[in-house]
């Protein structure tokens, strides 16, 4: 497994640094959008971290790296969890990011506060997971090729909804989590995401090796 984990570690390094790099920019340059109270950048920044699994997976199908792993020591399980621990890797980062960025724009604007640093954090960890919930499922059954036409969807939808959230001054975005819902009721919808995301993994284990038939 640790060895998994290194090679996706390496692909990431070599071929999509330049979006993980991208992503991190954005986060960061969401601290100056917090001015207006918009986390609009970091969320996205966020959903662009969660898509490495997605990226890595077309590399391994391209290179018939899942017809080579057939010799390895290793099961199904670890070699579908590899690509959703880097998720929850990305997740991990995205949050990091997000917190270094909100505490900058608290030092500068002054305009955070405890709901919005809360709520921000909810959304960026369920955006940094969704993609990863429909996709790798998809991917694992029909192929990168067919797959990767829901990946450009998402991305296009999450470009439009940057369009209509600027032209109605982040109102749109508060509809994802609102700024001043519980924190009871954040924790509940990630706990549900999470749950989510473990069926994902059990239904991408079940598809395995389903695309290459």
Not at 30 to 56: A, D, I, Q, R, V
Not at 74 to 88: A, D
Request: charged share 10%; aromatic share 10%; hydrophobic share 55%.
């Amino acid at each position: 497994m640790k060895g998994l984990l290194l090679k996706d570690a390496y692909q990431m390094w070599s071929y999509t640094r330049w979006i993980i790099l991208a992503s991190v920019a954005m986060i960061l340059m969401g601290t100056f959008f917090m001015k207006e109270g918009s986390n609009f950048f970091m969320l996205y920044g966020g959903l662009l971290l969660g898509l490495s699994p997605m990226s890595l997976l077309a590399y391994d199908q391209s290179s018939r790296f899942s017809i080579c792993s057939a010799a390895l020591p290793v099961t199904k399980e670890q070699l579908v969890g590899g690509k959703y621990l880097i998720g929850l890797c990305g997740m991990a980062l995205a949050e990091l990011l997000s917190m270094a960025a909100l505490a900058a724009a608290q030092l500068l604007w002054g305009t955070v506060t405890v709901k919005l640093t809360v709520a921000t954090l909810l959304q960026v960890a369920m955006l940094t997971l969704l993609g990863n919930i429909i996709l790798l499922p998809l991917t694992y059954r029909f192929g990168y090729e067919k797959a990767k036409y829901v990946y450009y969807l998402c991305i296009g939808m999450l470009g439009a909804l940057m369009g209509i959230t600027v032209s109605s001054g982040g109102i749109l975005l508060n509809s994802i989590l609102p700024a001043h819902s519980s924190a009871l009721v954040g924790v509940v919808v990630l706990a549900a995401v999470l749950a989510l995301y473990a069926l994902s993994w059990r239904l991408s284990v079940a598809w395995y090796g389903k695309a290459e038939q």
